[in-house]
Structures are given as structure tokens and as C-alpha cells.
């Protein structure tokens, strides 16, 4: 199976002395949901940052469908983030001035090309916000809005969509759904999907969970279950206990 996101040796250590990302190497093929576990600290939301090009790692490479990130400008990189990676985040980053439609289709915009609004709206209707279009994100519900985030991650056809905890800020229903719809749009649409979370419920959607403790890798899981996500990172937490 071709990789779609390739990490060879990441390091990153912050300005201060932390060691956030300590030599991790991790592949992630088209078309797999992947969950990054670990205990606060361990680097998780530094990794992604540092995979979809928000970051720059210190040491080591990232190829994103074949291309390296590491080793173009911050204008081609931010140009390349643009077009080909898709990012959701926890708090949403909806613009709160434009309505649902024009936040889905800004990254577009941002990247100089047209909006097909027939493509969009079959999205938005997708995603269960067709009728939406018009509204403003203010009266939205968190995990419409994080449907609406969804659809924006989706609108460039990105080679991979990023996830930073996206049902942190939701309940328990609107998190299964958003769950629910990232695992679709792997297995039904055949997107690739790596996200950070905490919560092994969350986790036991992915095809598979990679963990981090420390800033390096401390295994993986295939087809997780949330309990056997949850007792795996109940031992990280005493191996980094015993370790502090
Ligand atoms: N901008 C920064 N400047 C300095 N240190 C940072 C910065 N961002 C993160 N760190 C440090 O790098 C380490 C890894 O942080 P990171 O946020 O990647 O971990 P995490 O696993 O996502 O944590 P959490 O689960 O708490 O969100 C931590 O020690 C953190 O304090």
C-alpha cells in the first residue's frame, strides 16, 4: 500500500531546550485512520504540527504523497499545506464573519483556485449541512461546527486530513458523529486521516492507534478496542511515571 505520510527521523526541540520529538519514524498508508496516543507532554500535537507543515521538525524528513515537506521554503511549504493537507482542529477556527459556505470554501480562495459550488454543496449535504449554507458559525452547534470544519478539510481533496483532538470540545453525541464521519470518509471515500486524541473511545474508531511516550514511539495497535487502547496507556503512564 502506497504511504501517503512518510516521518523519517523526526526530531524537535523547542527554543528553551525541551526535546518534544525525539527520532520518530512512523509511515501512514492512503487510505488509513490512524489515532496518536500518548501521556500529556509526549509530543503528539507537536508531531502533527510538524507532519502537516504547520512546524517546522529540527531534524529528520516528512513526504506527503511522495513530495518533502522538510526541504522547501516556508512559501512553498505554506502553498503545499494549502492544496494538499487538511487540518481540523479542536476549537473548530471557523471564521465567525462568513457563513458556512464561505468558510468551507476560504482554503480555496486562500490558494488561488475557484470553488466548483456544486462540489461543495454536495459536501455540505453530505455532511448533513445543506441547509445550513447561509448561517453563521455562531448558530451552529459545536458539532455542526466541527462538521463544517470537516467540509472545509475535504473541499482541495487533500492527500491527507490531520485531526488535533476534534471531539475535545464536544459531547458525547455530536463526538460519535464526527467520529462516525471521519471513519467514513476513510473507508467510504478513501481519505487518509491521522488524529490526536485522549480518549481511547475516540481512538477505538481509527484502523489503528500509534503511541507516544517521552517524544518516541512506544508501539502500536491494530483494529484498537477502547479497552485495550485505554490499558495500554495506563502502562505508558506508569513507564513515564517510573521514567520521571
Ligand atoms: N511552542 C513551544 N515552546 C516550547 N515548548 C513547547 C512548545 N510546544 C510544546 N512544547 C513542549 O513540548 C513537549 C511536547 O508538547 P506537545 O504539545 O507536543 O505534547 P502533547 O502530547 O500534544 O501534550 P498534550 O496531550 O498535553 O496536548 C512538552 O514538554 C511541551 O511543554
New binding site residues.
Given amino acids: 500500500m502506497t504511504d501517503i505520510v512518510s516521518l523519517e527521523s523526526l526530531y524537535k526541540t ?3 531546550g ?1 526535546t ?1 520529538l525525539d527520532g520518530v519514524t512512523a509511515t501512514f498508508p492512503a487510505g488509513s485512520f490512524t489515532a496518536v496516543m ?10 502533527l504540527q510538524c507532519a502537516a507543515g504547520l512546524d517546522r521538525p529540527t531534524g529528520g524528513r516528512v513526504f506527503i504523497d511522495g513530495a518533502e515537506l522538510t526541504a522547501t521554503s516556508d512559501t512553498a511549504m505554506t502553498k503545499f499545506r494549502r492544496t494538499r493537507v487538511g487540518f481540523v482542529f479542536q476549537d473548530y477556527n471557523l471564521l465567525p464573519a462568513l457563513t458556512v459556505e464561505q468558510n468551507v470554501v476560504l482554503p480555496l480562495r486562500l490558494a488561488g483556485r475557484r470553488a466548483d459550488r456544486l462540489r461543495v454543496r454536495e459536501i455540505l449535504d453530505r455532511l448533513g449541512l445543506g441547509d445550513r449554507l447561509g448561517e453563521l458559525p455562531e448558530r451552529l452547534s459545536g458539532g455542526q461546527r466541527q462538521r463544517v470544519a470537516i467540509a472545509r478539510a475535504l473541499v482541495a481533496e487533500p492527500a491527507v486530513i490531520f485531526a488535533d483532538e476534534p471531539t475535545g470540545a464536544l459531547d458525547l453525541r455530536s463526538a460519535r458523529e464526527v467520529l462516525t464521519l471521519l471513519r467514513s470518509i476513510v473507508h467510504e471515500h478513501g481519505r487518509t486521516v491521522v488524529m ?1 486524541t ?1 480518549d481511547p473511545v475516540a481512538a477505538a474508531y481509527a484502523d489503528s492507534v500509534l503511541f ?1 511516550a517521552d ?1 518516541r514511539l512506544a508501539g502500536s495497535l491494530r483494529a484498537p478496542t477502547a479497552d485495550a487502547v485505554a490499558e495500554r496507556l495506563a502502562h505508558l503512564g506508569d513507564r513515564v511515571g517510573v521514567a520521571a
Fill in positions: 523547542y527554543d528553551g525541551v518534544a500518548g501521556p500529556s507532554g509526549s509530543g503528539k500535537s507537536t508531531l490526536v485522549h507516544l517524544g
